[in-house]
């Protein structure tokens, strides 16, 4: 017998399938990986590799997979309240938390498996007719990518849970793109331009000040594509620094945001 999550999660896809906004959108991750895979070996130098391939396409995919995961996810629960279906829905036995938990699933299944997609064929493009497979690191930039994809489609349904409108939702939603995807590293950028020209540091900023700069979801994606994807590269310093801890960071990410939506939107008035 079908669990209530899973009958929400299944009618909550088949109508996400059938817009053509979110087909736009789940084409722009796609896009973006397949060019980057044809473009990769073209102007890139050797060694050519899936590993390496993953340290070429993070950049973009830090922009790209915050936009189209905040989009997915902002309408999850507020549009339905706005409507007034979220009360009719909440009248059936079924739990606040349950609606929440099944909407998000639904929502990250929708970016998660294209984007899976798109990386097994990336990876063909990249090794033909020249390159060098890593069956590893393949695996691993598709648990990363999975996972950076669902840490954002968490901020965006956590974003429906706190607001009663679909323009906050959205707001809000983008303010938490703007300030990690963009206004984080610019911050941290300025802070070592200034302490160098200082001469307070000579290079990097101190490992403290660096873990909490690491604490934004792209950074602890490039940490973890540097870490297990790229074979060439190294994370170095502390062990706060780590790959593994960037692990830990983005699981927060994915857990922290949802469990806050879940915790406002049980005690929220809906009337």
Same mark, same amino acid.
């Given at each position: 017998?079908?669990?209530?999550?899973?009958?929400?999660?299944?009618?909550?896809?088949?109508?996400?399938? &059938?817009?053509?906004?979110?087909?736009?959108?789940?084409?722009?991750?796609? @896009?973006?990986?397949?060019?980057?895979?044809?473009?990769?070996?073209?102007? +890139?130098?050797?060694?050519?590799?899936?590993?390496?391939? /993953?340290?070429?396409?993070?950049?973009?995919?830090?922009?790209?997979?915050?936009? @189209? /995961?905040?989009?997915?996810?902002?309408?999850?629960?507020?549009?339905?309240?706005? $409507?007034?279906?979220?009360?009719?829905?909440? +009248?059936?036995?079924?739990?606040?938390?349950?609606?929440?938990?099944?909407?998000?699933?639904?929502?990250?299944?929708?970016?998660?498996?294209?984007? @899976?997609?798109? @990386? #097994?064929?990336?990876?063909?493009? =990249?090794?033909?007719?020249?390159? +060098?497979? &890593?069956?590893?690191?393949?695996?691993?930039?598709? $648990?990363?990518?999975? !996972?950076?994809?669902?840490?954002?489609?968490?901020? !965006?349904?956590?974003?429906?849970?706190?607001?009663?409108?679909?323009?906050?939702?959205?707001?809000?939603?983008?303010?938490?793109?703007?300030? *990690?995807?963009? =206004?984080?590293?610019?911050?941290?950028?300025?802070?070592?331009?200034?302490?160098?020209?200082?001469?307070?540091? $000579?290079?990097?900023?101190?490992?403290?000040?660096?873990? #909490?700069?690491?604490?934004?979801?792209?950074?602890? *994606? $490039?940490?973890?594509?540097? /870490? *297990?994807?790229?074979?060439?590269?190294?994370?170095?310093?502390?062990?706060?620094? +780590?790959?593994?801890?960037?692990?830990? =960071?983005?699981?927060?990410?994915?857990?922290?945001?949802?469990?806050?939506? =879940?915790?406002? *939107? &049980?005690?929220?008035?809906?009337?």
């Amino acid at each position: 017998m079908t669990s209530q999550w899973q009958q929400v999660a299944r009618q909550d896809w088949s109508q996400a399938v &059938e817009q053509r906004s979110v087909k736009v959108l789940l084409a722009l991750p796609v @896009v973006v990986i397949l060019l980057s895979a044809y473009l990769y070996p073209v102007i +890139s130098q050797s060694p050519i590799t899936t590993g390496r391939f /993953g340290s070429f396409v993070r950049g973009l995919l830090r922009v790209v997979i915050p936009i @189209v /995961g905040v989009l997915l996810g902002y309408n999850a629960i507020v549009g339905d309240f706005e $409507s007034g279906s979220l009360l009719l829905m909440l +009248s059936l036995p079924q739990r606040r938390r349950t609606i929440v938990f099944a909407r998000y699933i639904a929502r990250a299944g929708l970016l998660i498996i294209p984007t @899976v997609i798109a @990386v #097994v064929a990336g990876a063909g493009l =990249v090794v033909y007719p020249l390159g +060098s497979f &890593e069956p590893l690191s393949v695996l691993m930039l598709i $648990s990363i990518i999975a !996972g950076f994809s669902a840490t954002w489609v968490s901020v !965006g349904v956590a974003a429906s849970t706190l607001v009663a409108t679909t323009r906050r939702a959205l707001g809000l939603g983008f303010a938490t793109v703007i300030l *990690f995807a963009i =206004v984080w590293d610019t911050i941290e950028n300025v802070l070592r331009g200034v302490l160098l020209s200082t001469d307070i540091i $000579s290079g990097r900023l101190p490992e403290p000040i660096q873990f #909490v700069f690491a604490l934004s979801p792209g950074n602890a *994606f $490039s940490t973890l594509i540097t /870490g *297990f994807v790229d074979t060439t590269q190294e994370v170095t310093g502390a062990w706060y620094l +780590s790959e593994w801890i960037a692990a830990i =960071v983005l699981l927060a990410w994915v857990v922290g945001p949802l469990a806050i939506g =879940v915790f406002r *939107f &049980e005690r929220r008035d809906l009337q």
